[in-house]
């Protein structure tokens, strides 16, 4: 499931592809076309991400761009396997394909969403010729390029009221900065709930998902069954300060990385799996290769980096988590600080 850094990466993808702009929507799945129709014609004024949600907003005259405020919104949850993929000119050159990463979708490699969308490069204006799939819930079209929308847990035209009833419904975003990040550690030590389960729960940190929360009670050796109530203060502390420079550095490069560079290369000789780790840019060059980036996540019965014991895996929150019972035996213990230079 794509985590909160791919939607503030969405976020901004849609500021700088389509701020401003007056949109042609469209559904060619038609499961969208009401709201499609309803919008379409409008100004696309703000573009915001919540957590694990994406907030398109619209005025019929771009006038929200002055400080008003949008009249409706699109509010998009990619769920387990929604994606974006983007085509255009030279000004959509920054954004490809956002989300689960596509052989999750089940599609072709190259053609997500079977739109060719994403391929549109090459003459200047081809995109404009790019037929959407059949499975395009939102086509968004703009002066530069488009946008479509596959796959998604929630596409659905809302007011500004059903957008605040969303937003009281989740804990703080650690990439916003209104963010409070007292209100997460009030929240974590108020509940014997295990500090794996609460997580994972959106009304107590918003656009965490299962990778940043295997990788982040690794980082903090905390033991994933330990209850919240057990956590001191700063443990709990920690692991905002953790999490803020690690979701930012995914925002930047739309990628997952938790691993020091000097634990990278520990054990060169395995032959590591990477089942279903695959992230958007694992071809490309100049990435932290998908089996270095992570201490224990889909990493079950290897070596840890740090000891050698058997990383293990069970499931809370009805999603498998993975940890080390030696490094994270320690059920109350100050953070150790690993967070090195590179994530700045
Ligand atoms: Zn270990």
């Known amino acids: 499931m794509p ?3 791919t939607i503030h990466r969405l976020a901004s993808a849609f500021d700088e592809a389509f701020l401003g702009a007056r949109l042609a929507l469209s559904s060619p799945q038609g499961r969208f076309a009401a709201g499609a129709e309803r919008l379409s014609g409008q100004f696309l004024v703000s573009s915001e ?8 907003g619209f005025a019929p005259g771009g006038r929200a761009l002055d400080g008003g405020s949008p009249e409706s919104y699109i509010h998009v949850h990619l769920g387990l396997y929604g994606s974006w993929t983007f085509a255009g000119d030279e000004a959509f050159a920054r954004v490809h394909a956002i989300g689960a990463p596509r052989r999750r979708l089940g599609e072709q490699e190259s053609t997500p969403g079977s739109s060719g969308a994403g391929r549109g490069a090459g003459r200047k204006d081809s995109w404009r010729h790019l037929a959407p799939g059949e499975n395009v819930r939102l086509r968004v079209v703009g002066p530069h390029g488009l946008a479509d929308l596959t796959g998604p847990t929630a596409c659905a035209v809302i007011d500004p009221v059903e957008r605040a009833e969303i937003l009281t419904r989740l804990g703080p975003d650690p990439l916003r900065a209104d963010a409070e990040p007292q209100a997460f550690v009030d929240r974590v030590r108020r509940s014997r709930t295990a500090i794996g389960a609460q997580l994972m729960n959106q009304a107590v940190v918003a656009g965490i998902g299962n990778i940043y929360r295997a990788e982040l009670l690794f980082r903090a050796r905390l033991d994933p069954f330990v209850p919240g109530s057990d956590l001191t203060a700063s443990n709990v502390e920690g692991l905002w300060d953790d999490l803020v420079p690690l979701l930012r550095y995914g925002a930047r490069t739309g990628r997952i990385v938790t691993t020091e560079p000097e634990h990278r290369d520990i054990h060169p000789i395995i032959r590591e799996r990477s089942r279903g780790t695959r992230q958007n840019g694992d071809e490309d060059p100049g990435v932290v290769p998908r089996e270095k980036s992570f201490y224990v996540y889909h990493r079950q019965g290897l070596p840890c ?7 293990r895996d069970a499931e809370i929150a009805g999603r498998s988590v993975y940890w080390c019972p030696r490094c ?8 150790p600080r690993l967070r090195g230079t590179w994530l700045d």
């Open 328 to 335: 994270q035996s320690v059920r109350r213990r100050r953070a």
């Open 49 to 56: 991400a919540v957590g694990k949600h994406l907030f398109l």
């Open 3 to 5: 985590e909160g850094h």
């Open 305 to 311: 980096r740090l000891c050698n014991t058997p990383v």
